[in-house]
């Protein structure tokens, strides 16, 4: 009897870092720790792939654009009008890299693409729907609502957060059976638990005071600095947790509160899931992936600042499920936590709506769907790349070998 032959996924997601990045790492491990046997992966930046020095810079000019005109992220986005009228654009910059995808595939020789992010899921997509690649395409969306721009009947499998990420998809013509409610996939580590006061003792905090954990995502977005301000001048202020992520500068900014004795600041780091078990609440943006990881282990959020289109979307839903409040205004942060801290029950109320929506077994259904994908496409690849490969050189090689 012969063996199965192993399947080589490549995860591609569209910036270095951040939460895109994130999901399609924990999903990996996930494949790793259950079917290493049968699944190989890896990972690809698509911008820095296809444009070393320019994908930087795009990914500059995207942080640029949320820091000081928002409103035209939330112009852009989801914007059925703007989409239709950019697809011609959007396919010709699939088609003038398709020699450069061409080659990293060829390196790679992949029997699937995942992708954490609508812009490589898209050129993929496009690439299919001109019959240059027959490899099955599956698109795992990493917040709670799902835009325009994810909508192609090329891709095979989806994943998604809950039931209104469906509904959204199929009304916009996607078959249901392409569609799997899975949750957004999160690292395995945040469902291991250490009980409160292990975690503040790992982390040298006093066990007895309260803790925020103040965070903006891999990249450190958003007012942090402010926000530290606003609690620190509480009478009573909690212990704090901040978290700076990538962003050198808010370090910089946050270099006056590094001796204070109840302040603790962290760059970029792996300590994250110890610090949710020991924080009371987490002040943050809601990014899908930090949001899973919170509603994972029961903390409650004040959400500060989402970025207008998907984290204004993901606040809207935390918020209509009790899991999070909205702080509107950064200068009333420091009594919206106040007001937490000293109505514990609250808290307790808001920690159990969190539990309600949480998905920690998010990667491993979402492994379970991929591969159930893979197996059902199987005989249909292999019988799409006999017919590809008796064709003339002409035809791109983007196919199962």
């Known amino acids: 009897m ?7 996924v490549l ?3 569209a910036a270095p870092d951040g939460g895109h990045k994130e999901c399609a790492d924990s999903v990996r ?3 790793k720790y259950y079917y290493s046997s049968a699944m190989h992966t890896e990972g690809r930046d698509t911008i820095t792939c296809l444009y070393p020095v320019l994908g930087s810079f795009v990914a500059k000019m995207y942080l640029e654009i949320l820091r000081y005109t928002p409103q035209i992220w939330n112009f852009l986005y989801d914007n059925r009008n703007i ?8 396919e010709l910059f699939s088609l003038l890299n398709a020699s450069k995808l061409d080659s990293m595939f060829r390196e790679y020789r992949p029997t699937a693409f995942v992708c954490t992010h609508a812009l490589p899921c898209e050129i993929m997509a496009n690439l299919k729907r001109r019959g240059k690649c027959n490899i099955p395409l599956i ?3 990493t917040d709670y609502a799902v835009h325009s721009y994810w909508v192609h009947h090329e891709i095979d499998l989806y994943i998604v957060a809950n039931h209104k990420a469906r509904e959204t998809l199929v009304a916009r013509g996607i078959p249901i059976h392409k569609i ?3 949750g957004i996939p999160t690292d395995p580590a945040f469902n291991l638990r250490l009980p409160r006061k292990d975690a503040r003792k790992r982390l040298s905090l006093d066990e007895k005071k309260p803790v925020v ?4 995502g891999a990249r450190g977005i958003g007012p942090i600095t402010e926000i530290t301000q606003r609690i620190l001048y509480l009478k009573h202020a909690p212990q704090l947790i901040i978290v700076t992520g990538t962003n050198k500068e808010l370090w910089k900014d946050l270099r006056p509160y590094h001796k ?3 302040v603790h600041i962290y760059g970029y780091t792996r300590l994250i899931p110890i610090m949710m078990d020991a924080a009371d609440i987490l002040v943050t943006k809601p990014g899908g992936i930090t949001s899973s990881e919170a509603l994972i282990k029961k903390l409650p959020m004040i959400l500060v600042n989402p970025i207008p289109g998907q984290e204004a979307r993901n606040a809207r839903y935390l918020i209509k499920h009790g899991a999070a409040i909205r702080a509107k205004e950064v200068w009333k942060l420091g009594e919206t936590v106040k007001n937490l801290l000293s109505h514990p029950e609250r808290l307790k109320k808001i920690s159990e709506k969190a539990g309600n929506i949480a998905t920690p077994n998010a990667s491993r259904e979402c492994c379970k769907e991929i591969l159930n994908t893979l197996n059902s496409l199987k005989i249909k690849n292999e019988y799409i790349f006999s017919k590809f490969s008796s064709q003339s050189d002409n035809v791109s090689v983007l196919t199962q070998t």
């Open 2 to 8: 012969t063996s199965m032959p192993e399947e080589r």
């Open 11 to 13: 995860f591609l997601y």
């Open 29 to 31: 491990k996930t494949f």
């Open 83 to 90: 989409e239709e009228i950019t697809r011609e654009f959007r």
């Open 139 to 141: 698109g795992i969306v």
């Open 180 to 182: 799997k409610v899975c």
């Open 213 to 216: 954990l103040i965070m903006g």
């Open 260 to 262: 204070l004795k109840n």
